[in-house]
């Protein structure tokens, strides 16, 4: 069978005129957590990131705890909140803890959002603004898949996403956290995490195409890549997966169907355990040093997929292959400290990548993370599906799940 791929030249489209909102950043990814302490002590320990900012009962917070963690330019905000009623505790309940807001930061929050909805977009929420003598943030929500949102971000004196890279107060309301040893050991200790490269949502069976056609209308995006379930399939289980990239290819978002198979493909059990709502399945976290970075968050206990020994039989030979072809220099990572991490390796016309997934971040299997390190590739491990569906079946089928 052949498999069907097309490919948009990265240059293609990069111009303001593809990118009529004027994408500037990820602004931050917000999680809907049971226990925002807890979790703020979670992410630094395993994944190294300093917990750098809150804003709870000390600040003046009544209803919420949030946390800023930061590595790199990875901004995630987790978010727990104070009573019954407050939506972290209610979607906390309902999907367990996971991605509620992927924001981006533009020039203005306001005319994004009321470009969004004009394009035909369903509002989160209208734009708000919080403003002190240093600055202001103003957030505008609109609602993407299932129970996952967009919030558009700008900001503006102090409040600059410059100022805040470089350690300025996230927002009004926030103060430094000082004192928590853990980021001290986290600065000597680097993950060596350095900016969300895609974020990946689950949809359900038959609705990818109306999601790549809302991020085209809506926000502008172009189609970057695509899957079908020849490509990432075994003969069991099977998905379809279609890469958005933003204008300025600053954000890719794949999103991802279930696919026929003998057994549940990964996506359905993300839905079952997701209350039958889709949402964001894995981020993406890049590194230039793959082989560091998984070497530090496995001494620090992070719980990858295993991969299967006889992967590495095959690897070598497939990804030089098709590195010599394309007249690029071969895999120089060490093959045997690549095998003894259990990492995949992939390529394509333009070079290749180093990637690895964990496992379930919490007790349901639904949100992840992936460390990935390209090097020249643009693609998203095309080649390791196979390999990769086996090692998760094995896993869904501890679960339980298969
Ligand atoms: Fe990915």
């Known amino acids: 069978m052949i498999a069907v791929m097309t490919t948009l030249s990265p240059s293609a489209s990069v111009s303001t005129a593809t990118d009529p909102l004027q994408l500037i950043d990820v602004d931050h990814v917000r999680f809907y957590v049971g226990n925002a302490k807890q979790s703020a002590f979670f992410y630094a320990s395993a994944f190294g990131f300093q917990v750098e900012q ?56 306001e005319k994004a959002w009321k470009q969004a909805v004009k394009n035909g977009g369903e509002s989160a929420y209208e734009p708000k603004t919080w403003s002190d003598e240093h600055g202001s943030v103003t957030f505008a929500g609109i609602k993407t898949y299932g129970r996952a949102v967009h919030t558009f971000v700008s900001r503006t004196g102090a409040y600059g996403l410059p100022t805040v890279k470089n350690g300025g107060t996230f927002m009004p309301g926030f103060r430094k956290v000082e004192n928590f040893a853990l980021n001290a050991y986290n600065k000597a200790n680097p993950c060596g995490l350095k900016y969300v490269d895609h974020a990946v949502g689950n949809v359900e069976e038959g609705k990818m195409n109306h999601w790549v056609k809302w991020y085209e209308e809506v926000l502008g995006f172009a189609m970057f890549k695509h899957f079908d379930d020849k490509d990432i399939g075994t003969e069991y289980s099977a998905l379809m997966s279609k890469v958005m990239a933003s204008g300025n290819h600053l954000i890719k978002m794949p999103i991802n169907e279930p696919a026929e198979g003998k057994k549940k493909s990964q996506i359905q059990e993300y839905l079952d355990w997701h209350d039958n709502t889709p949402g964001v399945q894995h981020l993406a976290l890049r590194t ?43 895999v120089k990572e060490d093959h045997k400290a690549v095998k003894d991490l259990g990492i995949l390796v992939d390529a394509d016309d333009e070079g290749y990548l180093l990637q690895l997934f964990t496992k379930p971040l919490q007790d349901r299997p639904t949100l992840f993370f992936e460390i990935i390190c390209r090097r020249g590739s643009q693609s998203f491990g095309k080649g390791n599906f196979k390999a990769l569906f086996e090692s998760l079946e094995i896993e869904q089928g501890r679960r339980g799940n298969l």
């Open 54 to 109: 809150i804003a709870d009962l000390t600040t003046g917070s009544r209803d919420r705890a949030m946390y800023l963690l930061t590595q790199g330019n990875i901004r995630i905000v987790l978010e727990s909140s104070l009573t019954k009623d407050g939506i972290a505790a209610r979607e906390a309940t309902q999907f367990g803890d996971g991605v509620k807001d992927i924001a981006l930061t533009v020039f203005d929050a």
């Open 288 to 330: 230039d040093d793959e082989l560091h970075s998984i070497t530090e968050l496995r001494r620090r206990g992070v719980d990858f997929l295993t991969i299967p020994d006889a992967y590495y039989e095959t690897v070598w030979n497939r990804v030089d292959k098709m590195l010599t072809e394309h007249g690029h220099q071969v």
